[in-house]
């Protein structure tokens, strides 16, 4: 265990310098904390290109410690910058990865593919949430029209 958090605080990052604390969210942090989430994932895909996730037997423990790793990474780092959908997917994704840490010979083609398909699926998590930061506009406001306006004008709905 103690291996494991040598290894995790080589890939830790400091939330409490990059976050604000109190106060409204600095747009500046939250954009440092989404590119290191994106890096994160970056190094999760890194690790399901090699072959040994398209075939189970050849599954290292190595290799599952190091996706558990960018996993953890990727987590703390969408949980700093706000992004609940996928700190809620990396937590899900979790419970699997635990599982093949505590017995490799668990691992199959489906939970293979379920560590595979995740990377794509995070990426997408990620890009929906920064390109509606980015494109989002409040909805202009509606004056409700007056009592007198609307019985002046016809309803073409009406039949």
């Not at 939330?15 to 939250?30: H, K, L, M, N, R």
């Not at 995070?122 to 306006?149: L, V």
Request: glycine share 6%; aromatic share 4%.
């Amino acid at each position: 265990m103690r291996n494991m958090q040598i290894l995790n605080s080589k890939h830790r990052i400091d939330v409490t310098a990059a976050a604000c604390v109190g106060g409204e969210p600095d747009p500046g942090a939250s954009a440092d904390l989404v590119a290191a989430a994106v890096d994160a994932l970056n190094d999760m895909g890194n690790i399901v290109s090699q072959q040994c996730f398209a075939n189970p037997e050849a599954l290292t423990q190595g290799r599952i410690m190091a996706y558990a790793l960018a996993l953890m990474r990727l987590r703390e780092c969408a949980g700093a910058a706000g992004l609940e959908r996928l700190m809620k997917a990396c937590d899900a994704l979790a419970v699997t990865v635990s599982l093949l840490i505590e017995d490799r010979s668990r691992a199959c083609s489906g939970k293979c593919a379920a560590l595979t398909r995740f990377v794509a699926h995070a990426r997408a998590m990620i890009q929906m949430s920064t390109d509606g930061a980015k494109h989002y506009a409040p909805p202009p406001a509606i004056r409700p029209a007056s009592s007198r306006e609307s019985r002046s004008k016809p309803n073409i709905w009406r039949s």
